[in-house]
């Protein structure tokens, strides 16, 4: 059910001459990849080994970041470099959904078969009583942190165009990249501790790489631009890794599902909505405004964080495979 919804986005958007198709095509791959993101990012959980216990959590907070910059400069190589420049991207990204089409039909299944095939789909969005006091820190660290990535995403053309003068498109993927990867490598970092002092360590890194990446606007200097970015980068993998792995807490399989969907929906959403006011405010404000806006965003999200974070309760029975650490 979710593969036809990618596809026919990236069938759509090969040949785009109007808004209406363009906005079409993209609808449907935003719902393809909202349908997609809950059920495979709870099969990864599912499938994790038990040992380390934060393999699951980073694993599956993190796939979207490296699937985001592998993507980012892939793309931009395509688009650079490739055939059809409009064009071939999308066709390499169908051919991708065949492959792992064809790798889901052969991937072991975690979860018994039960009736109500139509019923399991229907949009479940749900976060146990046991951890819903982790979720106002949570969605602090989850709307900061992809609104960031949001930011980059709309105005990085501005800033690399102000900085670099191009428009190489590999540029662009490349700056985009480095503030998504080193968000894979700082995720297993905050195993190391609970999941309330990772989100701890994690923003307070990612507000420093704000007040670098303003102040590299500032004076503009590329340097420090690139530097601040990827250390916000890292912080932010650190504190996504630590709040998912906090709201899996003593999580059975089913779940997960509606965890990951409570995520997500506050991932996108935030990330969206906020990106449509700073749209609008652009016409407004100037670029190095828009990133105090967006900085200040960090410094609130992060003394919630400090202040707020708190680990799972402790349940009496039992471990979970994929629980806090005690």
Known sequence: MIKPWLMLGCLLLLNVHDIGTLLSGRLLMGVGTG??????????V??????PTWLGSVASSQGPMLGLSLGAVASGA???????????????SAGL???????????????????????SLVPRVRVPARVRHLLPVAAAVFVATWTT????????PALVEDQLHTHSSLILGLVFAAYMAPSVLGAPLGGRFTSAA????GMIIFLAGWIG??????????????AATIVAGAGQGIAISAATRGLLYGSVLAD?????????????????????????LSNTFSLPQIALGYGSLALVATVITVLVARNPHTAPTGNSQHGEQS
Request: charged content about 10%; overall charge positive; glycine content about 6%.
């Open 35 to 44: 349908l997609a993101s809950s059920s495979l990012t709870s099969y990864i």
């Open 46 to 51: 599912d499938a994790a080994p038990s040992r």
């Open 78 to 92: 395509l688009v650079q470099f490739g055939p059809w420049p409009r064009q071939f991207i999308y066709l390499v």
């Open 97 to 119: 959904l065949l492959l792992s089409a064809a790798l889901i039909v052969i991937s072991p299944e975690t979860a018994k078969p039960t009736p109500g095939a139509w019923r």
């Open 149 to 156: 990535g949001a930011f980059y995403q709309a105005f990085m």
């Open 198 to 201: 990772a989100q701890r360590i």
């Open 213 to 226: 990446i303003i102040t590299a606007i500032g004076v503009d200097t590329l340097a420090l631009f690139i």
């Open 256 to 280: 997960r599902a509606p965890i990951f969907s409570a995520i997500y929906l506050l991932c996108y959403v935030g990330a969206a909505l906020l990106s449509f006011i700073s749209g609008q």
